[in-house]
């Protein structure tokens, strides 16, 4: 059902309202100079009657006798009407008032007034003569004119009316054409949901608004049909990681209860599947802080974190887990270097990487750890020496559950640098990597710094 206040009912509306104001506009500016125009040559009617008045005796004495409607006073140099037409002694008072208000006359002037029941068109003009002036006082009945101007009004309303019926229509008809794409876009988006995101809207090139919406739309779904296979893909990766320690476990345990075993084997058993365990639930853990660093992006950030001290540590444990490989560490770290930010995010993220450079830089090689500032930002690089990161694998490295070729001999859920990435981005950093296969890989995060910083 068609709402009341629909985009098209409300551009009708519109359309309406502004049609109903410009039609106003236009013709009460039409009726104005038309009262104007009337008016103005009934002053002109009215001015050149006083002036043959004022230069003949007999034409005043026919304008008393041959003019109906008309009315004629004159009056003395102290403002008292001295000859009249027939008057009654209340328009005569209405004359006189109109006279008392211009208390010194030298322009002829016109106003309008009631007089016997009736509208008249009044012009007063002034004669001078030796040392007296006197004033002519014309009225002109504007019956006619007030007739005229009903019946002009009466018109406009009823044209006004006439006309705005089918502009609204055809307003209604324009809004509906030009809103017909937007529907056509409505329905078919409405037939688009999470198993059929690879379809498209069919983009005409029209070069107006709705080929922008389509495009937008069309990128809005891209990105979701992205987001829903890096889902299922996730979904996929944790299912098949606990699902090989389940099996695991399934197996060892069935191992067990096919037959008695000695307590040496059940002990060894046991010994496995804790192992097996631990594993999983550094999986569910990992899971879970990448959970976490996206739910919980805004959480801590208005916290200052000092970063020096949380490479410093980093550094510390660096060195001592590089101990047994025979790996030289070497730093350079800044002192002062705050962010806001949360600390224990920081170090996990930071530890990460260094973790990770101890497990792939072969015995005797080096690590190298670097905290300086640039600008409004701090810097933090690690390097370390070995075989590297083949330039094929480093789009993905980031990715959840990815294990490049070099990490298959080594334990990890392959949540760790899609932790740290998220982590960093949620402190509004920026995390890039560079490889050199055989020679040397660099990590660089770039935080912005505390204001003083």
């Not at 639930?281 to 020096?308: I, P, W, Y």
Request: hydrophobic share 40%; net charge positive.
């Amino acid at each position: 059902m068609t709402k009341i206040f629909s985009l098209t009912n409300r551009l009708v509306i519109w359309f309406s309202l502004a049609f109903a104001v410009s039609s106003t506009v236009l013709f009460g500016t039409f009726y104005y100079l038309t009262v104007q125009t009337l008016l103005d040559q009934t002053d002109r009617e009215i001015l050149d009657h006083a002036r043959a008045l004022a230069y003949s005796e007999n034409t005043l004495r026919a304008s008393f006798e041959s003019i109906p409607g008309m009315i004629i006073a004159i009056t003395d140099a102290s403002g008292q009407i001295r000859v009249s037409s027939s008057l009654s002694s209340e328009d005569l008072n209405t004359l006189s008032d109109v006279v008392k208000t211009q208390k010194s006359i030298k322009d002829p002037f016109f106003s309008s007034k009631k007089l016997s029941n009736s509208n008249f068109r009044l012009g007063v003009i002034p004669l001078t003569g030796e040392n007296t002036q006197s004033l002519i006082i014309v009225g002109h009945p504007t019956d006619v004119i007030d007739h005229a101007m009903s019946r002009l009004l009466a018109t406009l309303f009823v044209v006004t009316g006439l006309v705005w019926i089918p502009a609204a229509a055809g307003g209604w008809i324009a809004a509906k054409s030009a809103l017909k794409p937007v529907k056509s876009l409505s329905e078919k988006m409405k037939k688009i949901d999470s198993g059929n995101l690879k379809d498209r809207l069919e983009i005409k090139e029209t070069g107006d608004e709705i080929e922008e919406l389509s495009h937008s739309f069309n990128y809005l779904l891209s990105r979701l049909e992205e987001s829903f296979d890096r889902e299922r893909q996730f979904i996929a990766d944790i299912a098949h990681e606990l699902k090989t320690p389940l099996t695991i476990i399934r197996s060892s345990m069935e191992v067990v209860l096919g037959k008695n075993r000695s307590n040496n084997d059940y002990r060894k058993t046991m010994e496995e599947t804790v192992k097996v365990v631990d594993r999983l639930s550094g999986v569910v853990n990992d899971v879970l802080e990448l959970a976490r660093s996206k739910t919980e992006q805004d959480s801590n950030l208005f916290k200052t974190a000092d970063l020096t001290s949380v490479v410093r540590d980093i550094s510390e444990l660096t060195e001592k887990l590089a101990v047994s490989k025979r790996i030289s560490v070497s730093q350079k770290i800044t002192s002062g270097v705050t962010i806001p930010g949360e600390r224990q995010k920081l170090f996990r993220a930071l530890f990460n990487l260094a973790d990770n450079a101890v497990k792939y830089t072969p015995a005797s090689g080096k690590i190298g750890i670097r905290l300086e500032k640039e600008k409004d930002h701090a810097l933090f690089e690690i390097s370390n020496t070995g075989k590297g990161i083949q330039p094929a694998e480093l789009p993905n490295i980031f990715n959840r559950f990815y294990q490049g070729t070099g990490d298959r001999d080594t334990q990890g859920s392959g949540l760790g640098l899609a932790i740290c990435k998220s982590i960093i981005e949620a402190h509004k950093g920026k995390i890039s990597v560079f490889s050199q296969p055989g020679k040397t890989t660099v990590f660089k995060i770039h935080l912005p710094l505390t204001k003083h910083s």
